[in-house]
Structure formats: C-alpha cells, structure tokens
C-alpha cells in the first residue's frame, strides 16, 4: 500500500506520520460534505463495520481516550469504562474536539491527536485485512491494516459495541 498524493501540501499530518513510520497504507478521497460515516461508507464503495469513526471520550477522573468503532455502530460507554479500567466514560462535547485532538469533527484520526490519548480499537476490526479511518481531514480516509494502526497507535483491542 501507498499513497495517492505525491506532495507534501496535499498530505495530512496522519498521512505525514505514517510515512515517517513507514506503515504502508491507501488513501481514498471522497466529497467532504458527507460527514457522517454511513456516507463516507457508501461513497467508497465499502461496507459500513470496515469503516471506523474515532470518538473521544472521557473518564469520570477526567482522562480521555480515543475509540475506533465502525460507522454503522454505536459505542457502548459500559463495555468502553469497562476497557479503560473506569467506572464510567462520557462522551465529549463536539465544541472541545478540536481544541482537545486538533481535528474537526468528521476528520478526527487516532493518528497524530494533539496529546497521545490511549486508543482503543473496537474487536471486529480484527475481521479485516484492512479498516478505513479518517486521514485527519474531512473528505480523506485512510485504508490500514488493523495491526498496523495498533501498532502505531499502540491501540488495545477490546469488545466496544453493542
């Protein structure tokens, strides 16, 4: 696997990073109005649970974390708390994302968040030969090998939806 774009402009820092690592991945383009990830999904021609959404949440101490669910899937904050080792996990507020990550909403990767949250990637990516997360920006996937982006996440598999 490797990159469609050949310039340093058109690459997102998530792209930048894995190159630098050399972790083979693709990048797909898709519209950049289609936010939601069941769009996203349909546009690349992909089933929705291979493509991942990362959300961030937070534990009643106050640490967040960043989880990996498929798109057409609903993170379930009991078996999340029950991952992270904390009585309850919220989700954050859409207004701290960016401040929080760096990304905006409908382009936030668990590659190069602003801090290096712990990452969670939800089991069933372990299904596929490769997953689709956000490239770090709105209209950019990124096609990986689950165990490559655990790696270079040092993500934990764990039970995360319904």
Same mark, same amino acid.
């Given at each position: 696997?490797?990159?469609?774009?050949?310039?340093?402009?058109?690459?997102?820092?998530?792209?930048?990073?894995?190159?630098?690592? &050399?972790?083979?991945?693709?990048?797909?383009?898709?519209?950049?109005?289609?936010?939601?990830?069941?769009?996203?999904?349909?546009?690349?021609?992909?089933?929705?649970?291979?493509? !991942?959404?990362?959300?961030?949440?937070?534990?009643?101490?106050?640490?967040?974390?960043? !989880?990996?669910?498929?798109?057409?899937?609903?993170?379930?904050?009991?078996?999340?708390?029950?991952?992270? &080792?904390?009585?309850?996990?919220?989700?954050?507020?859409?207004?701290?994302?960016?401040?929080?990550?760096?990304?905006?909403?409908? &382009?936030?990767?668990?590659?190069?968040?602003?801090?290096?949250?712990?990452?969670?990637?939800?089991?069933?990516?372990?299904?596929?030969?490769?997953?689709?997360?956000?490239? &770090?920006?709105?209209?950019?996937?990124?096609?990986?090998?689950?165990?490559?982006?655990?790696?270079?996440?040092?993500?934990? !598999?764990?039970?995360?939806?319904?």
């Amino acid at each position: 696997m490797a990159s469609r774009y050949n310039t340093d402009m058109d690459k997102t820092n998530a792209i930048r990073l894995l190159e630098q690592a &050399g972790i083979p991945y693709l990048e797909h383009s898709y519209d950049p109005e289609a936010v939601d990830g069941e769009s996203v999904a349909l546009i690349l021609g992909e089933e929705p649970d291979r493509v !991942f959404k990362t959300l961030i949440a937070r534990s009643g101490k106050g640490q967040l974390f960043a !989880f990996e669910v498929p798109v057409d899937a609903e993170l379930d904050l009991k078996k999340a708390a029950k991952a992270v &080792g904390a009585k309850s996990i919220a989700m954050i507020h859409q207004k701290e994302l960016l401040p929080l990550t760096g990304y905006v909403h409908g &382009g936030c990767s668990p590659i190069g968040l602003k801090k290096p949250y712990p990452v969670y990637l939800d089991a069933t990516a372990e299904l596929w030969d490769s997953i689709f997360v956000s490239a &770090g920006r709105r209209g950019r996937q990124i096609e990986i090998k689950p165990a490559d982006l655990a790696r270079y996440c040092k993500a934990t !598999f764990a039970d995360l939806t319904d």
